[in-house]
């Protein structure tokens, strides 16, 4: 079974221009964390980051591929489905690996754990997500809570966000019904580093941050 891996990059993004080359203090540019954890994960064959600006091969660590995606994707009307159809199309595999710059503390294991789970444990795709246990509210009222007898949060039945960060899915989910999720998903839990999520320039100075400070301490959140 093929497993291909694929990073979609854009160099023009509105909300936190280049912060996909952007350095961490101390640190490399951001592609950089997620490639490198990819180059280190077991089970994938091959790794592209996806790009219609060349320019971006400057920073593509030695063994990842590059390649050029029609620029008409980059469009900020353009969904995130669409370019992953266009890449199949291009690039042919029984399994592609999601992962995106933006999200540089996912471990390798977390990757291994959701290979495995499509391509050996039965399960058409997988994603990360993040545990929650609050008291969330919709349409003004409390939704998974009673305000007449308030629970402990550690008693609350848990709910999962998607952290955006990783996506494993087989071929004909997305080439046949366009989508990255199917009807047995398997859900690859992360912590609160993993799911850090990098979308404007707030994000990237707390990430930074998280990066520097365990930097210091000598322990490492990133491969």
């Known amino acids: 079974m093929k497993v291909t891996a694929f990073v979609p990059m854009k160099l023009n993004n509105e909300r936190l221009p280049g912060k996909n080359t952007k350095s961490f203090t101390n640190g490399k540019p951001l592609c950089q964390y997620i490639l490198n954890t990819l180059l280190k994960v077991e089970?994938?064959?091959?790794?592209?980051?996806?790009?219609?600006?060349?320019?971006?091969?400057?920073?593509?660590?030695?063994?990842?591929?590059?390649?050029?995606?029609?620029?008409?994707?980059?469009?900020?009307?353009?969904?995130?489905?669409?370019?992953?159809?266009a890449f199949a199309k291009d690039i042919p595999s029984d399994v592609y690996v999601l992962a995106h710059a933006t999200a540089p503390f996912i471990h390798k294991e977390t990757m291994e754990h959701g290979v495995k789970a499509v391509c050996e444990e039965g399960y058409d795709s997988a994603l990360?997500?993040?545990?929650?246990?609050?008291f969330f509210w919709m349409d003004d009222k409390p939704w998974n809570y009673d305000t007449k007898e308030i629970p402990r949060t550690q008693d609350l039945k848990p709910l999962y966000r998607e952290?955006?960060?990783?996506?494993?899915?087989?071929?004909?989910l997305i080439t046949e019904e366009g989508r990255?999720?199917?009807d047995r998903p398997k859900l690859l839990e992360t912590d609160w580093k993993e799911a850090v999520d990098i979308n404007n320039p707030e994000d990237f100075v707390i990430a930074d941050a998280m990066y520097n400070y365990y930097r210091q301490r000598g322990e490492r959140i990133y491969e």
């Open 43 to 85: 089970g994938i064959d091959q790794i592209y980051v996806y790009c219609s600006d060349p320019s971006i091969m400057l920073y593509l660590p030695k063994g990842i591929k590059f390649l050029k995606r029609d620029p008409a994707l980059d469009g900020s009307h353009v969904k995130i489905n669409e370019v992953l159809k």
């Open 180 to 182: 990255r999720i199917g």
């Open 128 to 134: 990360s997500v993040h545990k929650q246990q609050d």
């Open 163 to 172: 952290t955006t960060g990783l996506y494993i899915y087989k071929n004909e």
